[in-house]
């Protein structure tokens, strides 16, 4: 295991199984499956560590910031996203709403898995809140541009990194709404993390989360 401190890692396994060991309270060992999530807050000290030890491949999503308040004592929440009974709408993960997990920031962490055309409007907490949009599956249209497998955008892609393949990306800060409509066939699924970070916390993850 290693250290951290003042750390909040959040993660959302979209396949296979994550063995997750961390020190907070008594100390946890999980398996995490499809569709389990978890955020562990460091605080004031702690030590966590993840393995893939099935022969199936894991592939999860990874959100590292720093809290709002330093030195709170550590702790670890889990909860599990099921694809059955919760499709075809936006569901908040993490954040501030009944049934999501907390966290000591600023910050929502949503997921849409829908399998039919529609509209699916995000409203961001305030104007000064970003929003980043993971396309997992399929693609979407997010405002005007559309965004595809493995892209990640906000409602306007106004440049590209260097990474390859290219990926899109913006933060918006004056959009009140986020339009999100998937563009694949009927019955074919489109699954979408979205991220509702207010600016400061924004950069603080850009600047200890790599």
């Known amino acids: ?27 946890t060992v999980d398996q995490l499956r499809q569709g389990d999530y978890y955020v562990f807050s460091a605080g004031s000290g702690g030590k966590h560590c993840e393995l893939s030890i099935s022969p199936e491949n894991m592939h999860a999503i990874y959100l590292w910031l720093m809290p709002n308040q330093l030195y709170l004592p550590p702790t670890y929440h889990r909860a599990h996203f099921d694809l059955r009974t919760r499709r075809n709408r936006i569901v908040q993960l993490v954040g501030d709403s009944d049934g999501a997990l907390p966290v000591a920031q600023d910050l929502r962490v949503s997921r849409l898995v829908t399998d039919r055309p529609g509209t699916y409007t995000y ?23 559309r965004s595809g497998l493995g892209t990640a955008s906000a409602s306007a892609a106004s440049r590209r990194s260097n990474a390859k393949p290219p990926i899109p990306r913006t933060w918006s800060s004056s959009r009140p709404s986020c339009s999100m409509m998937p563009t694949s ?26």
Do not use: Q, W
Request: aromatic share 6%; charged share 20%; net charge positive.
């Open 123 to 145: 409203t961001p907490r305030s104007p000064v809140h970003g929003v980043y949009v993971f396309v997992k599956e399929s693609e979407l249209r997010c405002g005007t541009p």
């Open 185 to 210: 066939a009927h019955g074919k699924r489109s699954t979408a993390m979205i991220t509702d970070v207010a600016g400061t916390a924004h950069r603080m993850c850009k600047r200890d989360g790599g």
């Open 1 to 27: 295991m290693h250290p951290h401190h003042n750390f909040i890692i959040c993660a959302f396994v979209l396949e296979g199984e994550l063995t997750h060991v961390n020190t907070a309270g008594e100390g």
